[in-house]
């Protein structure tokens, strides 16, 4: 997954998405099953203190991420977050 671009989002708000990443991939829900991740990414988000954040559906989560420069036009970022059945061997520190 690439890292979340640094000019566009504060230095705060960069590193708390970065460490919401890290703390859901090092712990996977296969496909409907992903309770906790929802869970940690409505806290997560909220904790943001984002404009808008909701919950939809069972485990689906919509928010509205300021960027840095107000004056460009909204994006729209779709994520996955189920997990596959295996075990991750890339040795970083957030491995599932």
Same mark, same amino acid.
């Given at each position: 997954? +690439?890292?979340i671009p640094g000019h566009l989002f504060s230095p705060?708000? /960069?590193q708390r998405l970065t460490d919401l990443r890290h703390t859901i991939h /090092?712990? +996977?829900e296969l496909a409907l099953h992903e309770f906790r991740t929802a869970r /940690?990414?409505?806290q997560g988000l909220v904790a943001a203190q984002l404009s808008s954040v909701e919950r939809v559906a069972? $485990? @689906?989560v919509v928010a509205r991420v300021p960027g840095a420069?107000? @004056?460009l036009k909204p994006v729209a970022v779709r994520g996955d977050i189920d997990a596959l059945p295996i075990v991750e061997? $890339? @040795?970083? &520190?957030? &491995?599932?």
């Amino acid at each position: 997954m +690439p890292e979340i671009p640094g000019h566009l989002f504060s230095p705060e708000l /960069r590193q708390r998405l970065t460490d919401l990443r890290h703390t859901i991939h /090092r712990d +996977p829900e296969l496909a409907l099953h992903e309770f906790r991740t929802a869970r /940690r990414r409505h806290q997560g988000l909220v904790a943001a203190q984002l404009s808008s954040v909701e919950r939809v559906a069972q $485990t @689906g989560v919509v928010a509205r991420v300021p960027g840095a420069d107000s @004056g460009l036009k909204p994006v729209a970022v779709r994520g996955d977050i189920d997990a596959l059945p295996i075990v991750e061997e $890339t @040795g970083v &520190a957030f &491995a599932s």
